[in-house]
């Protein structure tokens, strides 16, 4: 069974701060997403990583696929009240339809 | 936005009673999944469609079918609901020519007492 482990699971912050969220595999994925979720909503798609090593930017968000395809990380620079919620990460099992989310880290920016 | 809506959005019923919920999509698209959303858990696929009449199970499909008459809605039906199917259900749609992305509905939160 492929898993996806999301470290850490809850963070509290300060405003301004930076962070880094993880999720890591022992398998080997095509692509990666990342998902926001804020209470009573469903969760958003932020960004999709594809290449080994890939580095993609949006706005104050940093979002990195490892080399090997197994991991991602995302990283928060200055953060904000308004990004706090629930991210999750995401993967399309290999040769279905099917795909799986890690537990999330629920992440709380305080002003 | 990716025309996603689900009904009902919340629902409180009883144990033994047969509940659906139902997720329509405006774009036509072919893949449609429902995911259950528990404490702990993060989101768990039940069932999902690859097209009208194809449907196939996901991780936690027990107490639970689904039905595909038509491609813009998918209907969950939980035959006999138990307290163990209260939880968050949402729907979402993927579609197949971007990399492998999801879009979901708004959920539905049904307590079963």
């Known amino acids: 069974t492929q898993l996806l482990e999301q470290s850490p699971q809850f963070l509290s912050i300060q405003e301004g701060e930076n962070l880094t969220v993880y999720c890591n595999s022992s398998?080997?994925?095509?692509?990666l997403q990342w998902y926001r979720q804020e209470p009573g909503e469903g969760p958003v798609l932020l960004v999709t990583?594809?290449?080994?090593?890939e580095v993609k930017k949006l706005k104050r968000l940093t979002f990195q696929f490892g080399d090997a395809r197994k991991d991602s990380s995302l990283h928060i620079t200055a953060a904000q009240p308004g990004d706090t919620g629930l991210y999750l990460c995401?993967?399309?099992?290999?040769?279905?339809?099917?795909?799986?989310f890690g537990t999330g880290t629920r992440l709380k920016v305080l002003a | 936005d990716a025309g996603i809506t689900q009904s009902p959005r919340h629902k409180v019923t009883e144990t033994g009673t047969p509940v659906t919920l139902r997720c329509h999509q405006t774009?036509?698209?072919?893949?449609m999944y429902w995911y259950r959303q528990d404490p702990g858990h993060g989101l768990r696929l039940i069932h999902y469609?690859?097209?009208?009449?194809?449907?196939d199970k996901g991780e936690v499909s027990d107490g639970y079918s689904v039905s595909r008459s038509k491609t813009e809605d998918f209907l969950l039906t939980l035959e006999s609901a138990t307290s163990s199917q209260t939880s968050v259900y949402f729907c979402?749609?993927?579609?197949?020519?971007?990399?492998?992305?999801?879009?979901f509905g708004p959920g539905t939160r049904l307590t079963v007492l």
């Open positions: 774009e036509n698209h072919r893949y």
């Open positions: 995401a993967v399309k099992v290999s040769g279905t339809y099917k795909y799986i």
């Open positions: 990583v594809v290449t080994g090593g």
């Open positions: 469609s690859y097209g009208v009449k194809d449907t």
């Open positions: 979402a749609i993927s579609p197949r020519d971007t990399h492998d992305e999801q879009f």
């Open positions: 398998s080997v994925f095509s692509s």
